[in-house]
């Protein structure tokens, strides 16, 4: 039910803020049966389409770590909705990046690296579904090997 209403607007997901109901989703993704992790995961997902400020909050209720445990499970749709979610939360650490709000790093690049996800994407390059492979592969190339070329300009 909330994955409808956080697939809405970003008025909508913003009621979702503002009824306190990130936390509970974040506990749940994190804490629940897979049955139920699953509809957490796509409500959260959602919600990675909003305004960077509802992004931003969603990061700070802690859905990165449970984002990247999602990414070893078998069900491969949930997979690639962990993904997307993940590539759309990287997308705003490099908005606040780019806008020097977080110095020259992309400070989400670091949370999911802290959670295991980088680990996690890594093993998905060996993944049978080439959607996954492709995803993960793309997302690595794009957040990953530039911070790391800027390391090496730096030495």
Avoid at 3 to 22: D, F, P, R
Avoid at 49 to 60: A, F, T
């Amino acid at each position: 039910m909330i994955s409808n209403i956080t697939a809405g607007t970003q008025e909508q997901i913003q009621m979702v803020i503002k009824a306190n109901l990130i936390a509970p989703l974040v506990n749940l993704l994190q804490n629940a049966e897979f049955d139920i992790k699953k509809e957490a995961a796509w409500a959260i997902s959602n919600v990675t389409l909003g305004s960077h400020d509802q992004i931003k909050y969603l990061v700070e209720q802690g859905c990165i770590k449970p984002l990247c445990n999602l990414l070893v499970c078998q069900d491969p749709e949930i997979i690639i909705v962990c993904l997307e979610a993940l590539e759309n939360i990287l997308k705003v650490g490099e908005a606040e990046k780019n806008l020097c709000n977080t110095g020259n790093m992309n400070y989400y690049t670091q949370l999911i690296d802290d959670a295991g996800g980088l680990e996690k994407m890594e093993e998905l390059q060996n993944n049978d579904n080439n959607e996954i492979y492709e995803k993960a592969v793309k997302i690595m190339e794009t957040y990953w090997l530039e911070e790391e070329d800027e390391e090496t300009q730096q030495h």
